[in-house]
């Protein structure tokens, strides 16, 4: 009986072990995990959702722009204080560095519990317009997940997508990111987000 | 009765049984015990102190609908404390989002002379160091904290700690649709994210990690 506790104890034990293993390195592989390579496509619209507090983006979209990748640029944003929507300054700051004002759209939208949410509204004013295909611009570590995610929103509705992210925005996040509050938290926060969309067919 | 007996005998006698009912009692147990300790988990998050008068009601950044912003401005106008902190970040495109939250608290009619903003409160601990200064440069002694109902145990851990010698109380924003529930929080979707990261958050500020 003692025998048989032990050998359970050592299972138990090696069991545990290796999931902490796991956990671990797991933790490590976060980047390459969340990170997908960035794919530029022409496009009928930029769609840029990479407006955060971390963002260089600003410099991403108006090069896109200028050579030609879309001819529209929509930003995406849900308000972060009171009536403060950050698409509109993205407009804005976009405007002063060349784009024509009729071409940039600060498109708001409601806070949602979850991504797939607000991706089935941007597809359904993307569809309203008429356009056809788009290049969504995001944060990188959203780029895997939120990349397959909205294709597949705007697969469905006859929506073409390609998914990037600002190198340097990219740069920034990998660079000493274990040590980084902001960036472990975005990192860990987006695995979770991952792992809890699987269950609520609402975000899926 | 006969069936009864005989079945709790073969229990006495078959190891096999035994093991089932253990099992069955075990499975029973958790299913039934799961939701009650996965509620006490949330209630726990949560800390609310009895109303006091302080030197300053403070707004704990970070709440994109503004609800504690609301809450501080409802306890100003009932006399808890003559003055409002309010927080935020700023963003790379020049505006921050304490100034917003600055301006909905004097729209509802806190004077701008009694508001006072923390800048740049990226996270809990780093709010609480930047509100101990303040606190001592205004020479303020103790405060009210009005963050989010699952936030507040943690917030009020991370300014006490940062805050040693002063008095704190917190009163946190209602719980209820939109804001957090700790109800079967498992059923939806948008509070077990928060709830999660509010565990995860624990673990972090108790073990001293990122900052």
Known sequence: MKKLRRKWAYRVLISLGLLAVGCIALFFALPSLLIAPASVAKSDVILYGAISKHSTADKYIIDLYRQGAARKIIC??????????????????????????????????????????????????VKANGWKSAL????????????????RFFEREGIALAVSYSPEDREELTRDWRRTHWKTQRMLGEA?????????SECR | MDTTLASLRYLKQSKLARWGAVAV??????????????N?????????????????????????????????AELWRQGWADNVVVGGVSYPWGFHTGEAARRYVMSLGVPEEKIFMICETLNTRAEAKALDDLMRERGWNSAII???????????????????GRSFYSSPVPTGSPEWTPRAWWSRRDD????????????????????
């Not at chain 2, 009005?146 to 040693?164: D, G, I, L, N, W």
């Not at chain 2, 077990?192 to 900052?211: C, D, H, K």
């Open chain 1, 76 to 125: 995406l944003s849900s308000q972060v204080s009171r009536d403060l929507y950050p698409g509109d300054y993205a407009r804005e700051s976009l405007i002063s560095q060349g784009a024509p004002a009729e071409d940039v759209i600060s498109l708001r939208l409601p806070i949602a519990p979850c991504g797939g949410v607000a991706l089935t509204k941007i597809a359904d004013f």
């Open chain 2, 146 to 164: 009005v963050t989010s109902a699952f936030h507040s145990r943690r917030a009020m851990y991370t300014v006490e700690k940062a805050a040693p």
């Open chain 1, 136 to 151: 969504y611009v995001t944060d990188p570590e959203d780029s895997r997940y939120s990349g397959s995610l909205a294709r």
């Open chain 2, 25 to 38: 009692a075990c499975l029973a147990a958790i299913y039934f015990l799961t939701p009650v300790l996965l």
């Open chain 2, 40 to 72: 006490k988990a949330a209630v726990g998050l949560i800390r609310e102190d009895r109303p006091v008068k302080a030197d300053v009601i403070v707004a704990m950044a970070g709440d994109f609908r503004c609800n504690r912003e609301k809450r501080a």
């Open chain 1, 192 to 200: 979770m987000i991952i792992i809890l969309d699987r269950f609520y």
């Open chain 2, 192 to 211: 077990v994210y928060i709830t999660m990261r509010e565990f995860a958050s624990w673990a972090n500020t108790l073990v001293g990690g990122w900052q």
